[in-house]
Nanobody
Framework: VQLQASGGGLVQAGGSLRLSCAAS????????MGWFRQAPGKEREFVAA????????YYADSVKGRFAISRDNAKNTVYLQMNSLKPEDTAVYYC??????????????????WGPGTLVTVSS
């Protein structure tokens, strides 16, 4: 499967952005999907994930209550709605796909497919 994230950009603190990740392939609906981010000089970290059914979601503590992950299997797309953005949210955001139904969704190692990332910059 190929993934392409979009929707990044420059936003002021307190603002909102919605990231989209479009997937190719007919089996998107069977993949767990996740969002990760990598800030300058830091390691890539987990942000949010959603199971293939859409029935369960998971969030990093740093974004809980501000970010929301969702998916539209008919459109082969997963979304990350980001509200109340902070300068510390500045990073390249990556979407990833995990074909294992029982994968650990917060673990980068569970994901087999990665998109090229989209840059989010939050100004203070």
């Amino acid at each position: 499967v190929q993934l392409q994230a979009s929707g990044g950009g420059l936003v002021q603190a307190g603002g909102s952005l919605r990231l989209s990740c479009a997937a190719s392939g007919r089996t998107f609906s069977r993949y767990n999907m996740g969002w990760f981010r990598q800030a300058p000089g830091k390691e890539r970290e987990f942000v949010a994930a959603i199971t293939w059914t859409g029935g369960s979601t998971y969030y990093a503590d740093s974004v809980k209550g501000r970010f929301a992950i969702s998916r539209d299997n008919a459109k082969n797309t997963v979304y990350l709605q980001m509200n109340s953005l902070k300068p510390e949210d500045t990073a390249v955001y990556y979407c990833a796909a995990d074909p294992t139904p029982s994968g650990r969704l917060t673990d980068q190692g569970s994901y087999d497919y990665w998109g090229p990332g989209t840059l989010v910059t939050v100004s203070s």
